[in-house]
């Protein structure tokens, strides 16, 4: 494991990387950034989330052939050494855990009514789990990106693997050595500026950015 980092370090380097060395990721390693995930926090402490963890190259490959099965447009991809990455996490939701959780005594609840929430705690925590996985990724010395899984692809993806269906991919984790990598184009844009941001005692009115998917149509999370 790597020397103990500054949190802010950690934040400020963190960053989505997109090609990879055939370099394996320790195992141990693997392990304290899958433990991070289980150490975001959740609503009712329900924990309703599920990682899939694909770490052989068959296992991969059988990642990519389900969720990336056109081979042309692999083939010309703009970050090839995507596919080299060694590890691949899956963060899977579980939207009848905290239906469950929530009608239980302790939470006041009757049914297990979904419009009873205001947005959906399922995804947002494991969105959670997998920041807490990005960020360990970093403090072990390694690289990541956060990518989506799309339509005809999520049930695929749960044939594939066994995934019960109860369980939703909020997105993909790959995770290995970086690579000489081409930073997104889409970093062009920069970072808003702070005050157009951050809103102190009232909001104010500002000139917001609309963003729009990448090109290729396989949206990711750029910084």
């Not at 990455?85 to 899956?90: K, L, S």
């Not at 579980?94 to 009608?103: G, M, S, V």
């Not at 494991?126 to 807490?132: N, Q």
């Amino acid at each position: 494991m790597s020397g103990a980092v500054e949190f802010r370090d950690v934040v400020r380097r963190r960053r989505m990387v997109r090609s990879y060395t055939d370099e394996p990721v320790d195992p141990d390693a693997l392990e304290r950034i899958l433990a991070a995930g289980l150490r975001a926090p959740s609503a009712g402490f329900t924990q309703g989330w599920g990682f899939l963890v694909l770490d052989t190259p068959e296992q991969t490959a059988k990642f990519w052939d389900t969720t990336f099965p056109d081979g042309e447009a692999r083939a010309n991809f703009a970050w090839p050494g995507l596919f080299a990455a060694p590890v691949i996490v899956v963060p899977f939701s579980n939207r009848d855990a905290y239906l469950d959780r929530y009608a239980e005594a302790d939470k006041g609840w009757v049914d297990r009514d979904e419009d009873r929430w205001p947005v959906p705690y399922w995804h947002i925590d494991t969105g959670f789990a997998a920041m807490a996985m990005l960020l360990a990724v970093v403090d072990e010395d390694l690289g990541a990106l956060f990518f989506g899984v799309f339509g005809p692809h999520v049930p695929a993806l749960r044939a594939a693997f066994g995934v019960p269906e109860e369980f939703t991919p909020v997105g993909a984790i790959t995770i290995g050595h970086p690579a000489p990598d081409r930073p997104s184009p889409s970093l062009k844009r920069g970072h808003r500026p702070h005050h157009d941001v951050v809103h102190r005692g009232r909001w104010s009115s500002v000139a917001g950015r609309s963003s729009a998917p990448e090109q290729d149509g396989r949206p990711s999370a750029e910084r």
